[in-house]
């Protein structure tokens, strides 16, 4: 898996076979870094290539999350290669209709902030479907996109997404086979996963303008980019499932030539990463009999002490078997594996044999970083760990990376400014008062709003902190660059986050750092804040107190480990479930209605409780004793990354 330099090209014809559950010939990388390198590889050949007959390069492009980083390689090229865009022709693949062009929310507007401001593309070669052209003459102007291609020569290549409607372009769940350049109701899944980036469900365009099935079908090469768990499910469904109109993507089965370039996580799901042993013999692991043996019990819904060899036959793994003793000691090892990752003492039993136990006894106190992307994850995704850490007398720091702001509604600003004016009114507040009533839904937000924002989550955090019982000097706020851009968009991550990261673990020189490895956080700034964390432990690793310090991950608001994958499970107490809710009530702004709800309309506390509950149910499941809620971590090592 996950090599820099694999390649990506379809096989020739017959020769694909990944196992007997694919469809769609597909290329993983460990990260989307990696693969969208050598997507824009294959382009960048592709242009030099018809650039070397004399011909024009027809593309048909794609806009969102997926391509971002294709295009920053290309530009990239085109300014250390001197790879040129003047033989290219390109087709975007849709637009929001109505949509004026100026609207930082339009797909002209990304295509230029993200390529075409950057490359020397002529201008008259560049098509993107107009989301200004009045309603009645939509279809002819249609028809007109169609003509265009066509007279082009047809698309060399194209480049796609996947929503997880299993749309392509914005062919909705319904569209034909044969379907054309047309308007089309975007899904609610499409319109809940855009209201982020437009602030709120209702202001997402109902409607917009996409090339066809048909049209994209034509392409003679599609590549289709996938990243994140989040694409996980309908990527396997796309892959493995029948051709549907009920997800479109499913029609690039037919493709000759399509390849899907996925990422660890949005490939986790296919049957041959997820459940191996059912589509071909394996290298048992330690790691891999664990997950399977996990995986069969729950399978048959059975504790793991009481699986059979039948069951273990009647399930792909009889070769397991085979080549070790008895189901009978497979399960016990299983069972003990698992039971070892239960610990009321999360920094370690003081004074006890630590040799079954997920930590250390010693040093019996510990100095401990919480890091938390925003400021609530901490409480949010490990309350329970966080209180028992404190109780149990370690040193506990918590970290916040960003500021939060852009989550804060406008109406809670409004509200601290006009407290705070009645009781002595000051110049600052009149203008946040003013810069608040100008707003319309595309301006940012004013630097003193903002200041305003981030300060309110701070005093949030602060309340949740003393509850849980920790000095304000333990509690840390980076404000990390990278995010203070004010809006959904982040820069990406510079050396000053990097040394800033450095600077605070430098300062505590801690024996336990959790953080989020939260991969599915829709807006990406959990991901980011743990790219930030590793390049950090890259930096400081040589350094001997680093020998001294563990690396714990935990999930946010919206995944949790899988059973197989948890190395330390904390459980909670009926009473500590509660102070953990009571906790995250502090952050009264994410609270009701926050602004960036998702499609899971559960509160955050919600969440966690329930999230907590099912992990304890599941190792209840499994055969182990039962806990009224669990939270559960993955060790990080960074010496062996
Ligand atoms: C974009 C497009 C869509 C996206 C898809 C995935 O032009 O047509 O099909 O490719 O919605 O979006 P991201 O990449 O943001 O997850």
């Known amino acids: 898996m996950g090599t820099g330099q694999q390649s990506i090209q379809h096989e020739p014809a017959g020769q694909f076979e990944a196992t007997r559950f694919e469809k769609i010939h597909n ?26 007959k004399g011909l024009q390069c027809i593309l048909g492009l794609a806009t969102g999350s997926s391509p971002i980083k294709v295009y920053e390689e290309l530009v990239r090229m085109h300014r250390e290669e001197g790879l040129s865009f003047k033989n290219v022709v390109t087709f975007n693949l849709d637009e929001y209709h109505p949509m004026e062009k100026a609207n930082i929310q339009s797909y002209h507007y990304f295509m230029h902030q993200h390529l075409f401001d950057h490359v020397d593309i002529p201008a008259e070669n560049v098509h993107i479907p107009d989301g200004t052209i009045p309603s009645y003459v939509v279809q002819e102007y249609c028809r007109a996109y169609e003509r265009e291609i066509e007279k082009a020569g047809g698309l060399d290549f194209q480049l796609l997404g996947i929503g997880r409607t299993g749309h392509i372009g914005f062919n909705e769940p319904g569209s034909h086979f044969n379907s054309a350049t047309r308007d089309i109701t975007l899904d609610h899944i499409t319109r809940v996963d855009a209201a982020g980036s437009f602030k709120g469900l209702e202001n997402v365009p109902r409607k917009a303008i996409t090339m066809g099935i048909g049209t994209i079908r034509k392409a003679k090469r599609i590549v289709l980019m996938a990243w994140g768990q989040n694409k996980s499910e309908i990527v396997k469904e796309t892959v493995e499932g029948e051709i549907s109109s009920e997800v479109p993507a499913t029609y690039l089965q037919e493709h000759p030539n399509t390849t899907f370039v996925l990422d660890k996580e949005a490939a986790q799901n296919l049957t041959r990463i997820d459940t191996p042993w059912l589509v071909q013999s394996c290298d048992w692991t330690k790691d891999l009999t664990h997950k399977a043996v996990v995986w069969l019990s729950q399978r048959k819904g059975k504790p793991i002490l009481q699986l059979t060899d039948k069951d273990y036959n009647d399930n792909g793994m009889s070769d397991l078997l085979s080549t070790e003793e008895s189901s009978y000691e497979i399960n016990i090892r299983t069972f003990n594996r698992l039971q070892h990752t239960i610990t009321g003492w999360p920094g370690g039993k003081p004074g006890s044999d630590d040799s079954n136990r997920p930590e250390r006894a010693e040093p019996a106190k510990k100095r401990v970083i919480i890091f938390s992307p925003h400021p609530d994850d901490d409480v949010i995704s490990m309350g329970g760990t966080f209180d028992r850490l404190v109780s149990q007398g370690h040193e506990v720091h918590i970290v916040y990376q960003t500021s939060g702001n852009i989550a804060v509604a406008d109406h809670e600003v409004l509200k601290v400014a006009e407290v705070a004016n009645s009781i002595q009114p000051t110049a600052y507040f009149e203008q946040v008062i003013q810069d608040l009533g100008n707003k319309t839904d595309m301006d940012f937000d004013s630097e003193a709003v903002r200041k305003v924002k981030g300060s309110i989550r701070r005093s949030e955090s602060y309340g949740a902190t003393r509850y849980m019982g920790i000095p304000d000097s333990q509690v840390h706020f980076l404000d990390l660059p990278f995010y203070e851009t004010g809006t959904i968009k982040k820069n990406p991550l510079g050396e000053q986050d990097i040394q800033i990261m450095n600077d605070i673990i430098e300062k505590i020189k801690p024996h336990q750092i959790y953080a989020a490895g939260d991969l599915a956080d829709p807006h990406g700034t959990h991901r980011v804040c743990l790219e930030a964390l590793f390049a950090s432990l890259d930096v400081l690793k040589s350094k001997p107190f680093m020998e001294e310090c563990w690396v714990w991950l935990y999930r946010g608001a919206w995944h949790e480990w899988d059973t197989h994958e948890i190395e330390m499970a904390v459980p909670m107490s009926p009473e500590q479930v509660l102070r953990k809710r009571k906790a995250i009530f502090f ?55």
């Open 587 to 641: 952050h009264q702004t994410q609270k009701d209605g926050v602004m960036f709800q998702g499609e899971d309309l559960r509160e955050f506390w919600v969440r966690a409780e329930d999230r907590n509950k099912e992990t304890a149910q599941r190792y209840q499941s499994l055969g182990l004793a039962s806990y009224a809620a669990m939270e559960a971590f993955v060790r990080y090592d960074f010496y062996k990354k």
């Open 27 to 52: 290329v993983i990388f460990d990260d989307s870094k990696e693969g969208s390198l050598q997507v824009a590889r294959e382009i960048s050949d592709l242009i030099r290539d018809r650039a070397s």
